[in-house]
T-cell receptor
Framework: EAGVTQSPTHLIKTRGQQATLRCSPI?????VYWYQQALGLGLQFLLW???????NRGNFPPRFSGRQFPNYSSELNVNALELEDSALYLC?????????????FGSGTQLSVL | AQSVTQPDIHITVSEGASLELRCNYS??????LFWYVQSPGQGLQLLLK??????LVQGIKGFEAEFKRSQSSFNLRKPSVHWSDAAEYFC??????????????FGGGTRVLVKP
């Protein structure tokens, strides 16, 4: 069974540009979560999508946004990139109703903002 | 607000020696507690979790953790470390209700180095 897949593995952008990160959940999972792992800041919750709707949002500015598609895959968009957005972005998924008690994480997208 | 503290940023242990990683949490209700491991360039892998019941929890790869409510702690242990255990370990806390927002709060992580 395929795990959570994220693309691209690495992404290099310059300040002010937009970045789009993609995540495909495990088959049967309907919830997708995004976490940011930045140096010195640890792992921070970004967004939770379930059944196509944004259900919860972490303490991040509005230029961090995303969506979930009918096939439950998800995109994370970061607009007006800043240097401090450089981080590993991890996507996770779960079965309906299981929530954070059983998350499966992808290997992440390393975003570098120059 | 919920928070997790891992007091040790780095730990070096000899192969075959025992390992204990500390985790203290702050949470207003009964939490879910987790330990995850992250190898270089990889995502997070769940080692074990505590929801309720027996306070000593067994996980994968020979790890165990003990929940101590009175100390707000959930320390991770392994009796005999293998070189492959070198990685970063994260303690996390989450709500037992999806209605609470379904997010995990992570500690800052402990990087474990294993000496031959």
């Amino acid at each position: 069974e395929a795990g959570v897949t994220q693309s691209p593995t690495h992404l290099i952008k310059t300040r002010g540009q937009q970045a789009t990160l993609r995540c495909s959940p495990i088959s049967g999972h309907t919830s997708v979560y995004w976490y940011q792992q930045a140096l010195g800041l640890g792992l921070q919750f970004l967004l939770w999508y379930d059944e196509g709707e944004e259900r919860n949002r972490g303490n991040f500015p509005p230029r961090f946004s995303g969506r979930q598609f009918p096939n439950y895959s998800s995109e994370l968009n970061v607009n007006a990139l800043e240097l401090e957005d450089s981080a590993l972005y991890l996507c996770a998924s779960s079965f309906p109703g299981q929530g954070s008690e059983k998350l499966f994480f992808g290997s992440g997208t390393q975003l570098s903002v120059l | 607000a919920q928070s997790v503290t891992q007091p040790d940023i780095h730990i070096t242990v000899s192969e075959g020696a025992s390992l204990e990683l500390r985790c203290n949490y702050s949470y207003g209700a009964t939490p879910y507690l987790f330990w995850y491991v992250q190898s270089p360039g990889q995502g997070l892998q769940l080692l074990l979790k505590y929801f309720s019941g027996d306070t000593l929890v067994q996980g994968i790869k020979g790890f165990e953790a003990e929940f101590k409510r009175s100390q707000s702690s959930f320390n991770l242990r392994k009796p005999s470390v293998h070189w492959s255990d070198a990685a970063e370990y994260f303690c996390a806390v989450g709500a037992q209700s999806i209605a609470a927002g379904n997010k995990l709060t992570f500690g800052g992580g402990t990087r474990v180095l294993v000496k031959p």
